[in-house]
């Protein structure tokens, strides 16, 4: 096993790059160059985070120990009990947004977990300032009416705007990578040739995107190559001048380039200023 120096995180024997954080392991490579067809290879100081990748499990998590969904449902259930009909359903949907937002918000935007809290607080406290008032009103039931349809029309306007928020916000996650094209070769128009995720060792990999994407906007991009059946380990990263406005295919990997590629399945990562832009698995047979 080979430990990063920078960071400490065990890698598995020979690995060149820690999976953690990038840093160079100082294993020696004989070849780490990629065929080029429109670019020059540059620096492999360091390897992209993808921290700004959405990771559901301890986030959710955190999300449900720190949401107004806990203040939302035990206001819901006793508005209910109390024959509150009109706003105890409003109430508890407001609370499943206020889950969603926070996890969206400390997850997806990174804000701070603490600032989290404290917005987590302040919605608590406007549900028992809610419910408090309600209860407090319940003999009037004209009052208590009037003001379950004022706050039903105020939740369904919050609906609608946290329901967009997140919706784009999911989106614009899950959809941050674009679907690498893998080919054999380049079409008369420029476009990939013999579209396959599979190849021999024999055959050159041309790598590029669909037309309908558009151009990279970007002058530099980084390419990561991991191994999908070593736990993604990083076999090798390299950072890639470009032509901004490419369309098509703007590399081959062509046997033998790269030594740690033999038969297996193996996974390629485009960045862009560490925001990661394409990725694609292609298998060696």
């Given at each position: 096993m080979a430990y990063c120096p920078n960071c400490g995180t065990r890698n598995n024997a020979g690995a060149r790059f820690c999976t953690n954080c990038g840093n160079s392991l100082g294993v020696s490579s004989h070849n780490e160059q990629f065929e080029k067809v429109t670019h020059t290879p540059v620096s492999t100081d360091s390897q992209p985070r993808r921290d700004n990748l959405f990771k559901p499990g301890p986030i959710l998590f955190?999300?449900?120990?720190?949401?107004?969904?806990?203040?939302a449902i035990f206001t819901s259930i006793n508005l209910k009990r109390r024959g509150l009909t009109k706003v105890w359903?409003?109430?508890?949907?407001?609370?499943?947004?206020?889950l969603?937002?926070?996890?969206?918000?400390?997850?997806?935007?990174e804000i701070p977990f603490k600032v989290c809290i404290v917005v987590n607080f302040v919605i608590s406290y406007l549900f028992y300032s809610f419910e408090k008032r309600l209860i407090a009103n319940e003999k009037s039931n004209e009052n208590v009416l009037n003001k379950g349809e004022y706050y039903r029309k105020v939740s369904i306007a919050l609906t609608v705007v946290f329901t967009f928020f997140i919706s784009w916000s999911?989106?614009?996650?899950?959809?941050?990578?674009?679907?690498?094209?893998?080919?054999?070769?380049?079409?008369?128009?420029?476009?990939?040739?013999?579209?396959?995720?599979?190849?021999t060792l024999d055959q050159p990999i041309t790598i590029g995107f669909n037309k309908s994407v558009g151009s990279l906007k970007a002058s530099s991009v980084r390419i990561t190559l991991l191994d999908q059946e070593d736990n993604e380990n990083?076999?090798?990263?390299?950072?890639?001048?470009v032509d901004p406005t490419w369309e098509?295919?703007?590399l081959d990997l062509k046997p033998g380039c790269v030594d740690d590629i033999g038969f297996g399945k193996y996974i390629l990562r485009i960045f862009i200023q560490d925001k990661l832009v394409a990725e694609g698995n292609f298998q060696i047979e």
């Open positions: 955190s999300g449900l120990l720190f949401s107004p969904l806990l203040p359903g409003w109430t508890l949907l407001s609370g499943i947004i206020g969603v937002a926070l996890i969206c918000a400390y997850g997806i935007f999911l989106y614009q996650t899950f959809n941050s990578a674009t679907e690498i094209v893998f080919g054999t070769g380049l079409n008369a128009d420029g476009s990939i040739a013999g579209e396959t995720h599979e190849f990083l076999i090798h990263s390299f950072d890639v001048e098509g295919a703007f």
